[in-house]
């Protein structure tokens, strides 16, 4: 992309939006990284560069893979420096950045426009300003009414002031599915059977993966619903939401009840994780583990300790990530439905993708192959260069690169022995799932393209395959 300078009578190159977005996640990881490595930030032995920078991508890329504890490690100052990563993350530093210029009541200009259309994944720009409103509107409702929840817990358990922070630190990560804590090397095990502290942050999680478009369709619509009708009747109401929010709530369902009962079934008698439980426990538990998949990476049980079988299925939970123009990571949800459907369609032999009475156009089928088959192939090119550098249980690798791309943050304890070879290959993994295989694709694209030239057409063949 680039503009004329009338004043110098030269062009200067002016960074498209998908690298504007790149840019900037990765100047907040690199200036997080340099105020994580001062010494203010540290209390604990001074550990080398790699991973305070590590800390910071798995902040930025809202992940919570970390190799050392970062309660331990980290004074007040350095956790409050990893929050405001989290934070920045969650929503993206362009995203906070126009924000603030909304507040402010300045107009976003056309660029700043098209940037944020990119940014929140929305298909147009109109009314862009009253939708940032919003999304900072829902981010502070639901991360304050975590708090507050969360602060009957902590506050009893902690006291006033580290009960309150310790409530807002974990309801900012729950929301923004980053799965950062302040509790120890334990994560939130040691609360596996509080109800209120499960169901909250799962909450939050689930808030935060359904993607802020599914909210504000949700809040139009009963407001719609509720000036046109005084008895609620779900059907209606179901009707009245766009094809996205039904594809998101309908997919998200059967991903997380579906997650409950694979894990509780596979770890049922594991002594480990759910063996010792009551049943109402063991099914807290596996709800709460299958939320987590959903890229938040909090857990209430010992990840190392589950079996095989639940590793690998819970990678693949894990791949598919949460929902569009959320906190959430993956390949996103509607990708994975948009990839069924398409087989679907190819089973039945019809050349028309539908669902719920509507049919999708090529284009977005074909985004959302691209999308699964590019990320499958970063994962399994990342799988390849930990396997070579380091000597670990595979499925624990496998399990590390999926948590790593879809920015999850769940571990089976191997980022701790990750030699810098392995802490590099995640950083890269994490950054790459955070800012969107299609980002990096369209990055590097343009610049093929415009050394190449433009396409040739040439005529068309038929081959052979399958």
């Given at each position: 992309?680039?503009a004329?300078?009338?004043?110098?009578?030269?062009?200067?190159?002016?960074?498209?939006?998908?690298?504007?977005?790149?840019?900037?996640?990765?100047?907040?990881?690199?200036?997080?990284?340099?105020?994580?490595?001062?010494?203010?930030?540290?209390k604990?032995?001074?550990?080398?560069?790699?991973?305070?920078?590590?800390?910071?991508?798995?902040?930025?890329?809202?992940?919570?893979?970390?190799?050392?504890?970062?309660?331990?490690?980290?004074?007040?100052?350095?956790?409050?420096?990893?929050?405001?990563?989290?934070?920045?993350?969650?929503?993206?530093?362009?995203?906070?950045?126009?924000m603030?210029?909304?507040?402010?009541?300045?107009?976003?200009?056309?660029?700043?426009?098209?940037i944020?259309?990119?940014?929140?994944?929305?298909?147009?720009?109109?009314?862009?300003?009253?939708?940032?409103?919003?999304?900072?509107?829902?981010?502070?409702?639901f991360?304050?009414?975590?708090?507050?929840?969360?602060?009957?817990?902590?506050?009893?358990?902690?006291?006033?002031?580290?009960?309150?922070?310790?409530?807002?630190f974990?309801?900012?990560?729950?929301?923004?599915?980053?799965?950062?804590?302040?509790?120890?090397?334990?994560?939130?095990?040691?609360?596996?059977?509080?109800?209120?502290?499960?169901?909250?942050?799962?909450?939050?999680?689930?808030?935060?993966?359904?993607?802020?478009?599914?909210?504000?369709?949700?809040?139009?619509?009963?407001?719609?619903?509720?000036?046109?009708?005084?008895?609620?009747?779900?059907r209606?109401?179901?009707?009245?939401?766009?094809?996205?929010?039904?594809?998101?709530?309908?997919?998200?369902?059967?991903?997380?009840?579906?997650?409950?009962?694979?894990?509780?079934?596979?770890?049922?008698?594991?002594?480990?994780?759910?063996?010792?439980l009551?049943?109402?426990?063991?099914?807290?538990?596996?709800?709460?583990?299958?939320?987590?998949?959903?890229?938040?990476?909090?857990?209430?049980?010992?990840?190392?300790?589950?079996?095989?079988?639940?590793?690998?299925?819970?990678?693949?939970?894990?791949?598919?990530?949460?929902?569009?123009?959320?906190?959430?990571?993956?390949i996103?949800?509607?990708?994975?439905?948009?990839?069924?459907?398409?087989?679907h369609?190819?089973v039945?032999?019809?050349?028309?993708?539908?669902?719920m009475?509507?049919?999708?156009?090529?284009?977005?089928v074909?985004?959302?192959?691209?999308?699964a088959?590019?990320?499958?192939?970063?994962?399994?090119?990342?799988?390849?260069?930990?396997?070579?550098?380091?000597?670990?249980?595979?499925?624990?690798?496998?399990?590390?690169?999926?948590?790593?791309?879809?920015?999850?943050?769940?571990?089976?304890?191997?980022?701790?022995?990750?030699?810098?070879?392995?802490?590099?290959?995640?950083?890269?993994?994490?950054?790459?799932?955070?800012?969107?295989?299609?980002?990096?694709?369209?990055i590097?694209?343009?610049?093929?393209?415009?050394?190449?030239?433009?396409?040739?057409?040439?005529?068309?063949a038929?081959?052979?395959?399958?």
């Amino acid at each position: 992309m680039e503009a004329v300078d009338f004043h110098k009578g030269k062009k200067k190159k002016v960074f498209s939006p998908t690298r504007r977005i790149a840019f900037s996640f990765f100047m907040v990881i690199f200036i997080g990284s340099l105020l994580l490595s001062l010494s203010i930030s540290n209390k604990g032995a001074v550990i080398p560069y790699l991973d305070h920078l590590f800390i910071a991508t798995s902040a930025t890329c809202v992940t919570g893979l970390v190799p050392i504890v970062v309660a331990d490690q980290y004074t007040l100052f350095g956790q409050l420096v990893i929050l405001a990563l989290i934070q920045i993350g969650g929503l993206g530093f362009l995203t906070l950045l126009n924000m603030m210029l909304v507040a402010f009541k300045k107009k976003l200009s056309y660029t700043n426009k098209i940037i944020m259309q990119e940014a929140l994944n929305q298909s147009s720009m109109r009314a862009m300003g009253i939708y940032i409103k919003r999304v900072i509107k829902y981010t502070a409702i639901f991360e304050l009414t975590g708090s507050v929840l969360l602060s009957f817990v902590f506050v009893p358990e902690f006291g006033l002031i580290k009960g309150i922070y310790y409530a807002c630190f974990h309801s900012i990560s729950a929301f923004c599915n980053a799965g950062f804590d302040v509790l120890g090397s334990n994560s939130l095990i040691n609360y596996q059977t509080n109800l209120l502290v499960n169901l909250v942050v799962a909450g939050l999680i689930i808030a935060g993966g359904l993607g802020f478009i599914v909210w504000v369709d949700l809040r139009m619509a009963w407001k719609n619903y509720k000036d046109n009708f005084k008895i609620f009747k779900l059907r209606k109401f179901m009707a009245s939401l766009s094809l996205h929010t039904k594809i998101v709530l309908w997919i998200t369902s059967i991903l997380l009840a579906l997650g409950t009962i694979i894990i509780l079934a596979l770890e049922f008698t594991n002594m480990k994780t759910l063996g010792a439980l009551p049943l109402p426990d063991k099914i807290l538990a596996s709800f709460f583990q299958s939320t987590t998949l959903r890229t938040a990476g909090f857990a209430t049980v010992d990840i190392g300790a589950l079996h095989v079988s639940t590793k690998l299925i819970m990678s693949m939970f894990m791949f598919i990530g949460g929902s569009p123009a959320g906190t959430a990571g993956g390949i996103k949800t509607v990708t994975f439905v948009m990839m069924l459907l398409y087989v679907h369609a190819l089973v039945q032999g019809s050349d028309r993708i539908k669902i719920m009475k509507r049919s999708i156009s090529d284009q977005v089928v074909k985004r959302a192959l691209t999308i699964a088959m590019v990320s499958f192939f970063i994962c399994v090119t990342g799988l390849f260069v930990l396997a070579i550098s380091e000597k670990l249980n595979f499925i624990d690798l496998v399990f590390e690169v999926f948590s790593a791309f879809a920015t999850v943050g769940l571990t089976a304890g191997v980022t701790p022995m990750l030699t810098s070879v392995g802490k590099v290959v995640i950083i890269i993994l994490m950054y790459i799932g955070r800012i969107g295989p299609i980002t990096m694709i369209l990055i590097f694209a343009k610049r093929y393209n415009q050394m190449k030239g433009k396409d040739i057409v040439y005529p068309q063949a038929d081959v052979l395959i399958g």
